[in-house]
């Protein structure tokens, strides 16, 4: 996973302003829910180039983000220096170190990919105060979100071999797809109060006033799939194929223009928790495995 986000680090950094403005409806709800206060301090997992950083900067928070890429970290560090990044797995880090506990614990589609997902809530946990609120978005199934198919499934089916769908609940965009296993997994790390919400939204890719395919056809060539599919293409079709392939993936965004502009629609959950322990490094989280 670690070298995963490091190969895909460059194109985040590069599409940021395509994913912030696409992911904006989730992170005001995320903000919304989280309701950062002035002085209060953030750790936002899996944060990225730095959009909930410096929304936490900007409410006046103190804010702490973690990111297993270097380059999604350096890219956060230099949107918002103002906050803390830390290159580590949240899963089994010292987040807190020797500064004070969190207040909040936030992330933006950053939580799907631990190993251990209930060793890692713990682990968030222990780094959370006494009253400590957790607000995290995650995606549901990948079959109601055509973020994960829409475009790039034309190139996967290139691929050889195809990229087999992942296990139910294995890291990844839709591992708490599931709601009750999510449940169950942040009740079995000590979190209380647990809310898991659904949010669905519009994956709107016509924000700078055009119909957005470029947009899109840049963000999927930055994939993880995408880059894939250039490396095995490319030497046995040629560039000018490689032009042809992507010239269909055009067609079949055009396909899908609402009143000319790309626009799909989204399905997350939007979780929240609470730390209610009197010592976070007491019970279930302390034991979790």
């Known amino acids: 996973m670690r070298q995963n986000w490091t190969d895909g680090a460059a194109g985040w950094v590069a599409n940021q302003a395509v994913f912030d403005a696409v992911f904006a409806p989730v992170t005001a709800a995320i903000l919304a829910a989280a309701a950062l206060e002035r002085g209060s301090r953030v750790l936002d997992v899996g944060c990225g180039t730095g959009t909930l950083l410096a929304a936490a900067v900007a409410a006046g928070a103190e804010p702490v983000g973690v990111d297993i890429s270097e380059g999604m970290a350096a890219a956060a560090r230099e949107r918002v220096p103002e906050a803390g990044v830390l290159v580590a797995d949240a899963q089994t880090a010292d987040l807190r170190g020797d500064g004070p506990a969190f207040d909040r614990v936030v992330s933006r589609f950053g939580v799907m990919f631990f190993e251990d997902p209930r060793a890692a809530f713990a682990n968030l946990r222990r780094a959370a105060a006494p009253g400590a609120r957790l607000v995290f978005a995650c995606w549901r199934g990948l079959d109601e979100n055509p973020m994960f198919s829409l475009g790039s499934g034309l190139l996967a089916d290139r691929l050889d071999p195809r990229p087999e769908p992942s296990a139910p609940g294995a890291p990844g965009p839709d591992a708490f797809a599931d709601p009750e296993r999510l449940h169950k997994l942040l009740d079995?790390?000590?979190?209380?109060?647990?809310?898991?919400?659904?949010?669905?939204?519009?994956?709107?890719?016509?924000?700078?006033?055009?119909?957005?395919?470029?947009?899109?056809?840049?963000?999927?060539?930055?994939?993880?799939?995408?880059?894939?599919?250039?490396?095995?293409?490319?030497?046995?079709?040629?560039?000018?194929?490689?032009?042809?392939?992507?010239?269909?993936?055009?067609?079949?965004?055009?396909?899908?223009?609402?009143?000319?502009?790309?626009?799909?629609?989204?399905?997350?959950?939007?979780?929240?928790?609470a730390n209610a322990a009197a010592n976070p490094a007491a019970g279930p989280a302390a034991n979790a495995a």
């Open 188 to 273: 079995g790390a000590g979190w209380d109060g647990i809310r898991i919400d659904p949010l669905d939204f519009t994956c709107d890719y016509g924000f700078d006033g055009t119909d957005g395919v470029e947009e899109r056809l840049t963000q999927i060539r930055a994939g993880g799939v995408g880059r894939l599919a250039e490396a095995q293409l490319v030497p046995r079709i040629g560039t000018d194929g490689w032009e042809a392939v992507l010239d269909e993936v055009r067609r079949e965004l055009r396909g899908r223009l609402v009143d000319g502009v790309l626009r799909f629609p989204g399905a997350v959950w939007l979780v929240s928790a």
